[in-house]
């Protein structure tokens, strides 16, 4: 089939990958425009821009998607399928351009956890299992019927960061079977029961800050969700304290957000036992583990 991918970030290369080594021919990858990524620095192109270079794919920049221009650019294509992977919301119009339909690959297991930050949210609330899904797409976000999900585990520990690394090649090779499905016309769809969808909004620096009056469980839960991008953070002696690894330590009578080390660990008290900080940063120095942080603190040692 000839297939148009859209994608920018770097979760969308496996699947970039597999597709341009497959009998499928990508007749061109659609990425967001090149951007500075600091004040100084030059413009650079997006992660997929990048490797559909290096893969001598032809590449189409775009910042708004109803220019009646990439409209038009992509209808010459003629395409039979746009594979979609970390992008952006298509218009109605652009969907129902190639003939067998737009496909997404989403990091969960839709209905559950619809929106830009599917990964992280099931870590925060806890979950033991997630996975990936493909579907058809359609005009409301995530709602569209699936083609194909696989489900994995999520372990105790495990940061948002490491099941991302996971699910983007997971994703990558259910992305290939759905599109020798979709060119086989050999699929079975499935709809969605909305009633149980749930929401995995984008997150901002405000929704990262810890709250140490809630449960061990919770709160590890929540920085690990958080890891490493946008990272659980919590005020320490008026400057930034980022957490990225945890553990949920024994239960002790310290008080929430209270520092104390314990057998070589740098723990912190919760509501009902205390959590473990593996892996801190405090404002002005570089990541370390608790235990070197402590090492050197003169503080009062007290989160908030």
Not at 68 to 85: E, G, R, W
Not at 135 to 162: A, Y
Request: hydrophobic content about 35%.
């Amino acid at each position: 089939m000839r297939i148009v991918f859209m994608g920018s970030p770097d979760f969308a290369i496996p699947s970039l990958e597999k597709l341009h080594q497959s009998d499928h021919e990508i007749v061109s990858v659609v990425s967001n425009v090149d951007k500075r990524r600091g004040r100084r620095a030059k413009p650079s192109p997006t992660a997929v821009k990048k490797k559909a270079l290096e893969l001598d794919l032809p590449v189409i920049g775009v910042e708004e998607l109803d220019d009646s221009d990439f409209y038009d650019k992509l209808k010459a294509l003629n395409a039979d399928l746009f594979v979609v992977v970390a992008f952006r919301i298509l218009p109605p119009e652009i969907l129902d351009l190639p003939e067998k339909g737009s496909i997404n690959l989403h990091a969960s297991l839709l209905p559950k956890y619809r929106g830009a930050a599917p990964i992280h949210w099931a870590i925060m609330n806890g979950e033991e299992k997630t996975g990936c899904t493909v579907f058809f797409l359609d005009e409301k976000v995530d709602t569209g019927n699936i083609i194909e999900q696989r489900e994995t585990d999520i372990g105790p520990n495990e940061t948002t960061g490491d099941l991302y690394k996971r699910l983007k090649k997971m994703g990558s090779k259910l992305l290939i079977d759905a599109v020798d499905q979709i060119e086989q016309d050999s699929y079975e769809l499935q709809q969605q029961d909305h009633d149980k969808a749930t929401p995995a909004p984008k997150l901002f620096t405000e929704d990262c800050k810890i709250d140490f009056s809630e449960t061990a469980e919770r709160v590890h839960n929540k920085i690990r969700g958080l890891s490493p991008f946008p990272t659980a953070w919590a005020m320490l002696d008026d400057l930034k304290f980022n957490m990225y690894r945890s553990e949920v330590g024994l239960s002790n009578d310290l008080a929430p957000g209270r520092l104390q080390m314990h057998n070589d660990d740098l723990i912190v008290g919760c509501k009902d036992g205390a959590v473990v900080l593996k892996k801190v940063q405090l404002q002005g120095k570089k990541r370390m583990s608790g235990k070197d942080f402590m090492n050197g603190y003169t503080g009062h040692g007290m989160l908030h």
